[in-house]
Every structure is written in structure tokens, then in C-alpha cells.
């Protein structure tokens, strides 16, 4: 999957600590509109459910996955992208429980396809290692490094 993500330039290393999570979640989106897999007022649409509903998207401290629904008619196509913030970013200021600099963001046309990236993004993470690595990176060639170790020992 870290190749996917290379591979498909949706691989941001963002040197700009964003000013508040929904900074954070623009910047974390724009991969994704760069590659019309959705449009700009998506952004707006994860903004409006975790201000209706919460930081439900923090699926554990420093792992962060935005997503709106897979029927939203700003979802063009379907893909993942990752960002890296050098800081947690929170969505409940001073909560450790609801903060994160891994940005996972999703983007489905269907619900199907929505569920098959939460499942491979949820096979990924849970690799020994590939969170720790992650948090690790400072730079893009930082990423190529991990992704290329973490690939070679997937195929050993």
C-alpha cells in the first residue's frame, strides 16, 4: 500500500505544521483533488461531520482518517491518500486521545470499495513496525527508504 500511495503521487511530507485540524484536514485532501479522485467542497463535507459528529475519524492516537460517504457526489473516484505532519494535530485541544499526524484520507464512489480501503488501509497499519516508520519520516526520500525496506520484507 506505501507504494500505491508513491506510485499515485499521494504522498505528502508536509513541512507547514497546519494552525488547526481543519487546516490539517485541507492539507491532507489536496493530494486527492490534485488527482480529481475528488473535489474541493469534499473537504468542506469531512469539516461538517466531525464538526456534527465529533473526531470520529481519529481511529487512535496519531492515526487520523478522513472520509466522508462513499454517496457524497464530490467523490470522483476511488483512491487513498497520506499525509505527514511533523506535529499532532488535535481536534479536542489538549486530548491525546483525539489527536494525529498520520492522515489517512479516504475517498470511495461506492460503499464496497469504501470498505476495501478501510480494510487494507487497517492491514497496512497493523504490520509490526509500519506506524512507528511512519512517524519517523521527516522527508519524501525518508518515505521511499521505509516503503522500499518494509516491501522487501513483505516478500521475503
Known sequence: MLKYFYDNN??????????????ALN?????????NLVTKDYVNEIIQNVVSYGPYIVIQPGIVMP?????????LGTGISFTKFNQPVYFDEGNYEKQGNLFFTLAA?????????????????????VIESLQS???????IRIMNSLEQISTT
Open 10 to 23: 499521494l504522498v505528502r511530507i508536509e513541512k507547514q505544521q497546519p494552525k488547526d485540524w481543519r487546516q
Open 27 to 35: 492539507q491532507s485532501t489536496q493530494s486527492l483533488i490534485d488527482a
Open 67 to 75: 472520509h466522508a460517504l462513499s454517496t457524497s457526489p464530490n467523490v
Open 109 to 129: 464512489k461506492d460503499e464496497t470499495q469504501h470498505l476495501e480501503n478501510i480494510q487494507k488501509l487497517m492491514s497496512l497499519l497493523m504490520r509490526d513496525g
Open 137 to 143: 519520516i521527516n522527508t519524501e526520500e525518508d518515505y
